[in-house]
């Protein structure tokens, strides 16, 4: 059974950074298309970045514009590990974050292309 597994969460500070990881077990990151989703309370679940598997020497990446510039999503294929580097996070940055797989190779931020997820990683942004 495939199992993702998100860390990094925590409380924030306007203007401060976190890194989230996602970790998979049974289940090839660097050979298909992830992505990272955040829910926050009384909204829908939305795609923040996703990563394509590599083609070649290219990876394709895609983020929300509202995390455009701020965010950056990356993968370590030996530890079969997708981050999520979070910078000048923002209060509205707040909600659950997701990790997500899909046995699709190319990116996507929409929720219905993903069969596996994890349970999620809190990251509020507060002073």
């Known amino acids: 059974q495939v199992q993702l597994v998100e860390s990094g969460g925590g409380l924030v500070q306007p203007g401060g950074s976190l890194r989230l990881s996602c970790t998979a077990s049974r289940f090839t990151l660097e050979r298909n298309a992830i992505a990272w989703f955040r829910q926050a309370p009384g909204k829908e679940r939305e795609g923040v970045s996703c990563?394509?598997?590599?083609?070649?020497?290219?990876?394709?990446?895609d983020y929300t514009d509202s995390v455009k510039g701020r965010f950056t999503i990356s993968r370590d294929n030996a530890k079969n590990t997708v981050y999520l580097q979070m910078n000048n996070l923002k209060p509205d940055d707040t909600a659950v974050y997701y990790c997500?797989?899909?046995?699709?190779?190319?990116?996507?931020?929409?929720?219905?292309?993903?069969?596996?997820w994890g349970q999620g990683t809190q990251v509020t942004v507060s002073a």
């Open positions: 997500a797989a899909t046995t699709r190779e190319t990116c996507s931020l929409r929720v219905a292309v993903y069969d596996y």
């Open positions: 990563i394509s598997r590599t083609f070649g020497s290219i990876i394709y990446t």
